[in-house]
Every structure is written in structure tokens, then in C-alpha cells.
């Protein structure tokens, strides 16, 4: 079985840091109140809300945007964004957001979810959503472990993964495969965009920008369920440095869950 943590620097996790986090720079993105956050250093959330967050400022949105979020370390940022957000128990965004949408129709809601909330604590709910094609987007933003808890083994980490509670790595016999929502959401009809983004390097950021947006797009079109997962770092949680992370999402995470767009019924 392939050992994930070959080669790596494993950080010991039996005691506190030695050094604290550094503020690297107070730059306040559009529709974020401020600048700081507390998620850990290297992390892929805040890249990837900055990214929704710019997609919904760009096709100029935000005043008739409802954001929906899950439980997970990127729900800090729900308390500082200048949309409105709706906070929903783990897994239920999506049904939610159904309500939202429906309700009041004119709007553009979208839930940010992680893979734990979504994948393990909610699936039926975002499956159920693609398949009666409710005009929302739902945004999963996967780093294979429950972060938040402590870096724990989620329906979508990877065989081999090394997690919290899989410290050999995750083996399919023991622990069962990983499930690749994107591609299983794809096959939906009422699903009208799927798309798999990465954050780990600056041309995958410009590219899950782009299915951000189309995936707003097709909801404005009324044409269906959109999706957008997003592959994320999670240095903490994955044990690792910091400088590390992009790498090993390459090489494990996105190995796997391969990053592209797998439905679009915008089409042209
Ligand atoms: C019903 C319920 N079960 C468990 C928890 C504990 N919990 C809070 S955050 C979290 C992990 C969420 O993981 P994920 O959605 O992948 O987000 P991440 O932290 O990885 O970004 C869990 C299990 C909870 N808040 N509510
Ligand atoms: S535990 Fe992982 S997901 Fe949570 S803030 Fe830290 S790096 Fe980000
Ligand atoms: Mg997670």
C-alpha cells in the first residue's frame, strides 16, 4: 500500500507550535468585511471564498446573493462577508438553500460546504437537490479530512491518505473507497454544471474562478443544478508543512478527484 507520508516532514502534533502564525499581509478582498482571519497558514479556504466571493462581485450579484453555509473551518468567514448568509445545521444547506431559492426566486444562492459537512454528514441532501434540478450552486470545498474536528478520515480522502484515524493510510478494505461527488453528481440530469477547481497553484485558481462563474451563470439562466467542488490545502490536517501542501494535493487529492469541468449545459 502507497504511504502518503514518505518524503514528507510529519509534523508532530503532541505539542503545542513552537512558533506562532505570522499575519502575512491585511489585504480585505471585495465583499470580505476583514482583512484577517484566523484559518491556519497555507490553508485553501480562504483562496477559494475569495474566488466565490469575486465571482459573485464581478457579474455584479451581490445585492440579490444568499449565501448557505455548512460547518466547517471555512464557516468563520460567515460571520464577515458583506452578502447575506443563512447558517444551516451540518449536511442540510442544500435543502436550505431549496427553500431560499424557491421562496424568493430572484435571488442567487449558493451554499459553501466542505467535504465532511457535504459528502459524509449530507449526502442525500446534495444529491437529492441535483436531482430535482434546483437552481442553486453548491460549492464543496474538499480537503479529504474533517479539519475543523482534527483532521479526521472523510468519504472523500484518498486511498493511501494518511488522516487522523488512518495512520497507515486509508485502505479500502478497512475503510471502504472514497466517493468522487463530482462525477457522481455529473451523471444527474437535473445537474446542469458540474466542475472539479483546485487552489493550489495560480493558473487552478484562475480556472476554479471560471467554473465559479459559469456555475452562477447557469443558476441565472434557470437551467438547473450547478456545482463547483474545489480541492483545498489542509496543512494541519494533513500533519505536513505548510510549503508542502500544494504539492501533496497534486499528488494525492487531485491524483484522484481530477480537476476539469465535467458537465455544462450553458454550452457555446
Ligand atoms: C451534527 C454535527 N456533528 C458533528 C459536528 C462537529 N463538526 C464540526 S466541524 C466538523 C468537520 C467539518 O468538516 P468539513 O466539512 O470537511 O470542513 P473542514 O473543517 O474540513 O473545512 C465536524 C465533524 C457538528 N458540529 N455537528
Ligand atoms: S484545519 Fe485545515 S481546513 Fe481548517 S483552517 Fe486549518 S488548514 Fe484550513
Ligand atoms: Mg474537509
Known amino acids: ?36 482571519h484566523h484559518l491556519c497558514p497555507g490553508c485553501g ?6 474566488s466565490a ?25 460567515s460571520n464577515n462577508l458583506d452578502v447575506e448568509v443563512l447558517q444551516a445545521l451540518h449536511g442540510r444547506a442544500p435543502s436550505l438553500a431549496t427553500g431560499v431559492k424557491r421562496a424568493k426566486p430572484d435571488t442567487v444562492v449558493l451554499t459553501i460546504q466542505g467535504d465532511g459537512d457535504m ?18 450552486t453548491c ?19 484518498v486511498l493511501g491518505q494518511r488522516t487522523k484515524n488512518t495512520l497507515d493510510g486509508r485502505d479500502a478494505e478497512a475503510h ?18 458540474v466542475a472539479r477547481g483546485a487552489v ?28 463547483v467542488e474545489i480541492l483545498t490545502m489542509c496543512p494541519t490536517g494533513w500533519f505536513i508543512e505548510t510549503s508542502e501542501a500544494p504539492g501533496y494535493l497534486a499528488d494525492n487529492l487531485g491524483a484522484v478527484h481530477a480537476p476539469g469541468v465535467l458537465k455544462d449545459a450553458l454550452g457555446g
Open 1 to 36: 500500500m502507497k504511504r502518503f507520508v514518505e518524503g514528507l516532514h510529519v509534523i508532530a502534533t503532541d505539542a503545542a507550535p513552537t512558533e506562532g502564525a505570522t499575519l502575512v499581509d491585511d489585504f480585505t478582498p471585495a465583499l470580505i468585511d476583514v482583512g484577517a
Open 45 to 50: 479556504e480562504p483562496v477559494a471564498m475569495r
Open 53 to 77: 466571493l469575486e465571482a459573485i462581485d464581478e457579474l455584479g450579484l451581490t445585492q440579490r446573493t444568499i449565501c448557505v453555509f455548512g460547518i466547517g473551518c471555512y464557516t468563520a468567514f
Open 119 to 136: 459528502v459524509n454528514e449530507g449526502l442525500q441532501e446534495v444529491i437529492h437537490a441535483a436531482a430535482r434540478g434546483e437552481r442553486i
Open 139 to 157: 460549492v464543496m470545498l474538499n480537503n479529504g479530512v474533517f479539519g475543523e474536528t482534527g483532521g479526521h478520515l472523510t468519504s472523500t480522502t
Open 176 to 193: 471502504g473507497h472514497p466517493i468522487l461527488l463530482a462525477n457522481l453528481l455529473a451523471q444527474l440530469d437535473g445537474a446542469a454544471f
Open 200 to 227: 493550489n497553484n495560480a493558473g487552478n485558481v484562475a480556472r476554479t474562478k471560471k467554473m465559479l462563474l459559469r456555475a452562477l451563470a447557469t443558476q441565472e439562466a434557470g437551467l438547473g443544478f450547478s456545482f
